[in-house]
């Protein structure tokens, strides 16, 4: 990944980031999830959502409008 591309989104519960990547998904807002969490233990880690730095304040208002 390149540096055009911002973290917008973290979290620990896989429900909330597939929910928010699916909205962005929807808003035609390319975005990953990158899933940092450890496989034996999902209480380490977090699971991260980009975007690319064009579309950080447009993602960022429809995740706050989401209220997730």
């Known amino acids: 990944m390149n540096a055009n591309w911002v973290m917008i989104y973290s979290t620990t519960e896989q429900y909330k980031a597939s929910l928010l990547n699916g909205l962005l998904d929807e808003a035609d807002i390319n975005n990953v999830m990158i ?22 304040v447009k993602a960022k208002h429809l995740i706050d409008k989401s209220q997730l």
């Open 35 to 56: 899933n940092k969490q450890d496989s034996s233990y999902l209480a380490f880690g977090q699971i991260e959502l980009y975007v690319e730095n064009v579309n950080v």
